[in-house]
Each structure stands twice: as structure tokens, then as C-alpha cells.
């Protein structure tokens, strides 16, 4: 549907498009492709831009932007450079589904393939790391593609798209236009009719004796954590999420079981190995979680999922439910009997008893789950937390309990260090009134840790908590744990001073070493709504339990108390 | 085993690189490719011709199906379809093999397209598994240059007739 009014530039026109969307902000770096969009960009009154430091950071803001608010994340990029700068955060948006629009411009289309200034081949550099991309060679041909990009990155399995721009088509005058307003707000678009017998699906829940829920990140993207709740607390049924799927179900709740895969809680991958039936809300069998075909040997298994693609991929199931999963928990919810299940939940209970997370406390060092217990309970575990990847993910995952949805934000399939700041910085956009904690590693936060930058010209207030071990701490466990102690460039012999590198940014910062010191850095991290960084020195060997080997599965759960066995 | 899908396809710039670049990023291999705009101009048909199980064709039609500009994935049974592909042959013959080069063509309902001294130019179509016979006959001539098309299907309308 198109409509004809006054011609204006294709650039006005683009502007234009993303008002109407509801887009508020964008996170974008300028340069000569795009300029003509620039240009109308500076007389917008409803658009914030945010101008960031390195392209990357541009698109993992628009990200966590994203995750945390469940609208449409947008980012801005100039041709070339600045268009492949965007990739790894495409590619981190695809594996997480993320809706994410990315604009760049391109040399103008006379120029195309001729190896001009700043030119890349965008589109067919992204066509295997967006849902949808196109290249734009007439103004005319704009606001069509606008229309079906916003669609498809917020319809269904959500994604990343990008719009390629030539400069002459941000000039060109046009008439056409869209007639209906597009929206960027969650779950607005059309979703597809439940497919599968729910009423079938929920008798094999009934008939379980240890039924366990296992939730994804598609019961964030569903905004399905009540219908969840209500499906757990009917049939009484224990939930344990992935590390996407955290906040989905409440932390807190007593039929929680945590986290499971390779990192998970030892209580949820026992559980899945004795539960006779299990649920998957919305998540993939990712390799991290069920390795082989034997995941959870003794169940029937049952899969939820909008995309179709998912069903039999890499475990098979026995009863499958195509569609968005909270229509889809409505229409099993009438048929789902409450059970009894005393003794599943009491086995559950023993299981958490004997299989706590643990650590040693012991000595003077200061443990990153200890810190990160404080800040948990310092913020009433009301905090947004991003995180980069390693260690650090790992201990946020598990110590900071999540209760409330898009308030854990992680690059979880593609596992991009480099993420966490801007992510943290995006969400902070979007909820500036939440506290929005960016949990970082000495490793990770070098990646994209010229962001910094980004907080002080906007005088965000993100707190940073750097854990440093002055190492590539999950690198070195793997090393210590499998490559008998060879540390093969795993250790930093080289680190700024990154608390006088916050200062330089005027982000006050603090370092903290002794087990002593971990009140007053979280009163000092902690203390007003403004940015602030602390350093904590945690000891270099200290490691993530529980664990699944790499390539193992849920049998060969290796707890802190084995750890004297691996050793020998 | 062999599986034959047709694939209609928004006729875009790019959708082809979209589709091929599927399989090459999900490690499917394509056994043969041919496209060809259909009567109507938006909409163009490809047929693919893959090796694989029951899985790696579902698989296969699912991921396709994510793509936006794929509009419909056809699993051609061989039974219920037809399945042709063309190919032109240039070959050596000589005076002595002349006749027995020309009788095998008539035997074989192929089409002669030029005929030299020293060459036959030859084009025949027929399933994959007669276009594979005709060259392996032609064969011992001497083959100086061929081109496939690539398969192509299409399915009866009668599908009970079989």
C-alpha cells in the first residue's frame, strides 16, 4: 500500500519512515555515504542520535537497546568501513534473534562495482547474517522496502536486517511513499495460528510423574514469562532456563532450578537427566545445553517453537507446537491438569541441597560470586545486567537471579567479547530511570572499551564492573583444566590503568584487592545513579563451577567438589 | 540419495545468491542448479538437486522456507514429476565411425546441430539418468566440449496416475 504526496529526498524520506515507526533513538557514526540522511536527520525533532566511538559499538548499542525494551534497535553506518564495522554485531543479533534495522549508505549507484571510494559489496557481504537485506536503487522503490525490512525484523523468529543506501538514492526526490504507519513496538505484528493439537500436547504433561519446563530466549522475544508462570505453577512442574532465556521464569521462584548447559546448575542438569517429560518453551537445543541425542535420556520430549526450522534439528522430539510460544501456552493451558508431584519437587529440593553453586570463600582474595551475591542484594536484584563473554558471563549468569524479563542481556550464541559496554549502554537509553549494571572482564572490556567515551559525552549513568584477573579467564580454565597448564597467550602482561583510564573519561573509578574492601566498593559502586566503575582483582585461578566439558553431556557434570578428581 | 526441489523465488537481485549461499553456509552440497523466470515476471522457479537423507532435506526445505523471498519448496517425487535436462555434445568421429556415430544418434532421438568433417555437435534431453548414458556412449569418440543445464522438474497434474 502506497500512497502519493509531495516529492522529497529519499533521505527526508528515510527520516520520515523511521518517525512514523516510533523510532527514538539511533546509534550511528557518520561518513560521506550517508551524509545526504545525516543531513535530514539534523532536523529531526523526534529522533535522539547517539554518536558512538566504533561502528561496532553502534550496533551493540541498538542491541541492548533492543533486548532490554523488546523494540526494533536501529543503527546507522556509512558505506565501507563503516558498514563492515557492523558485522560481528549482525551476527550476534541473527544468533540471538534480535530485531535490529541497520542502515548504511553506499557509494552512489553509478559507482557500484567499480571499486570506488569506501565501497563494499554490504549486501552480499550480509546476506548469510541478516533474516533480510536488500540494496536500494531507486528512491521510489524506499519506502517498500522499509515497510517490508521493519516487518520482517519484528515478525516471527525476530532479526537483524539491513538496508543498503547508494548516496544518489538518499537524493533522489520521490513521491511514494507508505500510507500506513509501521510500528517498532513489541509483539505488534501479525503472528502466525498456533499449529499442533495443544489439547494432545498438554496430555502428555498430564500423564508425567517429573515433568521439567526448559525456557529460551524465545519466551523473552514471546514476552511469555506470565503465561510460563502460570503453565509452571498449574502443573507444577520445575523450570530451568538457558542462559538466554534467564528472567523469562523468576529467579526466585521456588519451582526455579536455575540455569542449565554447560555452565548451568548442577540441580537443573540432574534434573534433566531424571525428569520423565520434557517441556522446550522457546529454545533450540543449543549445543551448549543438550549435546547428543541422549539429552534427557529417560523424557519424552516436547518442543515449542515460532520457527519450524528449529523442530528435529539437532534433537528429536515427540510432540511439537509451531507458533508464538505465549498464543501457544494459552491454548495448552485449559488442558493441563494440576499435578501432585510431591515427590518430583521433594527430589528437586534434595538435588538442590546436595548439588548447591559453590565456591571457597576462604582467604583473603576477593571471589567474584561473593561480589557479585552483594550486588545482587544491594540492588534488590532490580538491576539490568549486561555482560561480555567469558568467566565473568558465567558467574553473572549464576549469582545475579533474574526475576523479571529483558533485564539479562548477553550475546549468548554467538559469544562476543566486546559486547556488554555498549550493550549496557543501549539499555540505559532505554530504561534510563533502572539501574544498568555492565558486568566486564579485563579481556572483554578492551574490545570495545572506547565507548567510555560515549557515556561521559551523554553523562550516562552505567555502572562497569571489571573483573580482573589480569587474564582471558575462561581461555586459562580451559588451558588449566585441558591443556595441562599450557597458558598459550592467555595472560596479559600488559593491562592500563583502567581506573585512571575511567578517570580520563570522567567516570569516577575505583579499585578494589582485599576481601576487606568489597563493602566499601559496592557502596562506592553503587552509591547514586551516575556512571562509575570498579576494578575488582579476583585470583587468576579461580574458576567457573559448575561445568560441562566442552563436547560432554549433562553425565559428565564436573562440580567444585570434584575438582581435586579432574586434577589427578 | 537424490532429491529434486523446486523452488519459486521472488525474480529479485540477490535471491539466487540468498538461496545458493543457504546450502554453502549450512554445509549442503548442490548437485545441480537451473533457474528460469516462470509466466509471470515477479516470480522466477529454481530447481536444485541435492544429495542427502530424509534429514538433511527437511533441514533443507525449512531453512529455505525462513528466506523471505521464497515463496514455495517443492520435494519432487520422481514418480509423480517430470525431470529433464538438456545437453549439447561436441564429439570426434571420423570417416570410418561416421555411420555408427550417426546411427547411435537416431537410436537415442538426439537432435544433430552441426556436423563436420572430423566433429559431430549433438543436443539431447532427457532425465538425468539418460543424459548421463548418451555421454558415456559418446564417450569413446572423443568428447571435445559438453554443457549441462541442470536439472529441471515439474509435477503431473494427475498425481494418481502413476
Known sequence: MTSTTEAITGGRLMVELLEEAGVEIVFGYPGGAILPFYDELYHSKKIKHILVRHEQGAIHMAEGYARSTGKLGVCIATSGPGATNLITGLTDAKMDSIPILAITGQVATDAIGTDAFQEADIFGITIPITKYNALIKKADDLARHFEEAIKIAMGGRPGPVLLDFPKDVQLEKTSVRKASALKIAPHHYERPKVKGDPQEFADALNQAKRPLLYVGGGAINSFASAEIKALAEKANAPVTTTLMGLGAFPGTHPLSVGMLGMHGTAYANKAVLECDYILNLGARFDDRVAKYQDFAPNAVRAHVDIDAAEFNKRINVDHILHGDLKDAIREILPFVKGGDRADWISRIQTLKKNHPLDYDNNGESIKPQDFLNRVYTKTKGEAIVSTDVGQHQMWAAQYYLFDKPNTWLTSGGLGTMGFGLPAAIGAKFGNPDKTVICVTGDGSFQMCIQELATIAQSKLGVKILLFNNNFLGMVRQWQELFYEERFSESQWSYNPNFVKLAEAYDIPAMRIEKKSEIDKGVEFFLKDSGSALIEVMIPAEEKVFPMIPAGKSQQDLIEFKDLGKLKK | ?162
Do not use: W
Not at chain 2, 8 to 22: D, I, K, Q, R, T
Not at chain 2, 31 to 60: C, H, K, R, W, Y
Not at chain 2, 78 to 89: F, G, N, P
Open chain 2, 1 to 162: 540419495m537424490k532429491h529434486t526441489l523446486s523452488i519459486l523465488v521472488n525474480n529479485h537481485p540477490g535471491v539466487m545468491s540468498h538461496v545458493s549461499g543457504l546450502f554453502t553456509r549450512r554445509g549442503y552440497n548442490i548437485d545441480s542448479i537451473a533457474v528460469g523466470v516462470t509466466d509471470n515476471p515477479e516470480v522466477s522457479s529454481m530447481t536444485i538437486v541435492l544429495n542427502g537423507d530424509d534429514f538433511v532435506v527437511g533441514q533443507v526445505k525449512n531453512q529455505l522456507l525462513k528466506l523471505p523471498d521464497v515463496l514455495r519448496v517443492q520435494d519432487m517425487a520422481y514418480a509423480s514429476s517430470v525431470q529433464r535436462e538438456l545437453v549439447l555434445v561436441s564429439f570426434s568421429i571420423s570417416e570410418s565411425n561416421r555411420s555408427e556415430a550417426l546411427t547411435i544418434c537416431n537410436g537415442f532421438d538426439v537432435k544433430i546441430l552441426e556436423m563436420t568433417e572430423d566433429s559431430l555437435l549433438i543436443e539431447f534431453s532427457g532425465n538425468s539418468r539418460q543424459v548421463t548414458n548418451i555421454i558415456a556412449v559418446l564417450k569413446p569418440y572423443g568428447i571435445r566440449e559438453i554443457s549441462r543445464t541442470g536439472q529441471i522438474a515439474i509435477a503431473y497434474r494427475n498425481q494418481n496416475a502413476v
